[in-house]
């Protein structure tokens, strides 16, 4: 499956943002799918995940309470809603497609990549 992220973008601390990323491939309602997260000079992290299904759920500790993923399988697409922002939420945000059907927060239960979006925070 092939993944194209967007919707970054420059905001304020406590402002609200959605990500999209749109996937090709039939396979997409099959999989897991996941938001990652990498800060300049800091190694990539886990922010949340989806089942195939949807009734599936699981967040980073930090991002918990904050922000929202869901998909939505007619349209192969899955969404990162992020509100609440902090500067501390500045990365270039990935979605991920998970190797089955849910996925756990490592990196390796994800076998297809985005290129990613900014998000930039400003305090």
């Known amino acids: 499956v092939q993944l194209q992220a967007s919707g970054g973008g420059l905001v304020q601390a406590g402002g609200s943002l959605r990500l999209s990323c749109a996937a090709s491939?039939?396979?997409?309602?099959?999989?897991?799918m996941g938001w990652f997260r990498q800060a300049p000079g800091k190694e990539r992290e886990f922010v949340a995940t989806v089942s195939w299904n949807s009734l599936a759920t699981y967040y980073a500790d930090a991002v918990k309470g904050r922000f929202t993923i869901s998909r939505d399988n007619s349209k192969n697409t899955v969404y990162l809603q992020m509100t609440s922002l902090e500067p501390e939420d500045t990365a270039v945000y990935y979605c991920?497609?998970?190797?089955?059907?849910?996925?756990?927060?490592?990196?390796?239960?994800?076998?297809?990549w985005g290129q990613g979006t900014l998000v930039t925070v400003s305090s």
């Open positions: 991920a497609a998970g190797r089955t059907v849910v996925a756990g927060p490592g990196t390796a239960n994800f076998g297809s």
């Open positions: 491939g039939r396979t997409f309602r099959q999989l897991a």
